[in-house]
Nanobody, 115 residues
Framework: QVQLVESGGGLVQAGGSLRLSCAAS????????MGWYRQGPGKQRELVAA???????NYADSVKGRFTISRDNAKNTVYLQMDSLKPEDTAVYSCYFETASFVTWGQGTQVTVSS
């Protein structure tokens, strides 16, 4: 069974940067898309960024120009580079991998941005 292992969360001051990583622990084939969701305190879960197998990307308006999603197909890993972080970016960030058959999720990693 494939599991996704996330890393890179933590506490950072406003204006700082963090880089999240999400790697598949087992073999996973025909990944259509990878991405990140987040859920802040008292907020609904929202899609932060996604990247397709062809490299097309999609971002939430709130993070455009500050966050960058990328993937390493050989390592079955997706990254989220987060720059110019704001307190409103504070949330649990969860990655996902989507294939034609299923979607699998990471356990979530906490990102806290202090003002």
């Amino acid at each position: 069974q494939v599991q996704l292992v996330e890393s890179g969360g933590g506490l950072v001051q406003a204006g700082g940067s963090l880089r999240l990583s999400c790697a598949a622990s087992g073999s996973i084939f025909s990944i259509n898309a990878m991405g990140w969701y987040r859920q802040g305190p008292g907020k609904q879960r929202e899609l932060v960024a996604a990247i397709t197998s062809g490299g097309n990307t999609n971002y939430a308006d709130s993070v455009k120009g500050r966050f960058t999603i990328s993937r390493d197909n050989a390592k079955n890993t997706v990254y989220l580079q987060m720059d110019s972080l704001k307190p409103e970016d504070t949330a649990v960030y969860s990655c996902y991998f989507e294939t034609a058959s299923f979607v699998t999720w990471g356990q979530g990693t906490q990102v806290t941005v202090s003002s």
